[in-house]
């Protein structure tokens, strides 16, 4: 129990902390720096706490769900995901400078929030800290399948988040937020005994790349290419297209609403020809009347 105390005070500070680093960001950083760079660094930073932890399955996932309530009521819409940001920006509601801003921000925070939880490793405050600590060099691959298997399993994954996310991107944030949440949670239930269903490639690059028992590479097609791939088809399910790339639906014809009614030919067609002038016009089967000789 002093364990799970130490753990979960861990998690509290973490996210205090970075509460309380998102409003001193708000306030002193320009708009721009603090919503493309400074939120999606402080979103990494927390995202990282239940792992980080050392939680048993219930537990986290029992936090995994709080921890998003609490993300999507606080943190301004920061996603601490790259494949959301390149969401964003194939969707055309993000720039290029500001996708790059977002990259490079979560990028920093992967590395901020691996050298604390290191840190809080060290320090040993609980048995499951020092067993966490022991195994840091030598853990155990998250990936519980073969890769093409794993790859597959994040790309649906992420298809079946992307569309949700898409959905519900216009609805109120009462609704948006502990639906997601509660969809987040179900999809890692469900294949966490499989590859832990990050579908989120910082995230899995802090929590099982270092890890033995696969390659980088094996690594990256499961965690990387399994969650873009499933994000675009997401995208062109949704939208019909991806509107940064393509003007054109690809997916969907759109009718148009203007209809040419069939039948009779549009007036002024050509067909009906206009008498020459100074000659009569004739109908057919009748003979033309003229003055009879005397």
Sequence with gaps: MAGLNVSLSFLFCTVALCEAARRASKALLPAGAYGSFAREALRVLAELGPWAGGFGPDLLLTLLFLLFLVHGATLDGASANPA???QEFLTAEASLRSTLLKLAAQALGLQVACALTRTCWAWELSEMHLLQNLLAQDCRSALRTSVPHGALVEAACALCFH???????????????????LLVTVTAYTAGPLTSAFFNPALATAVTFHCSGHTVLEYAQVYWLGPLTGMVLAVLLSEGRLPRLFQRNLLYGQKNKYRTPRGKPAPGSGDAQTPAKGCRSQEPGRRAVGPQPR
């Design 84 to 86: 959301v940001s390149l």
């Design 163 to 181: 569309l949700s996310l898409l959905r519900l991107r216009h609805s109120p944030p009462v609704f948006r937020v502990p639906a997601l949440a």
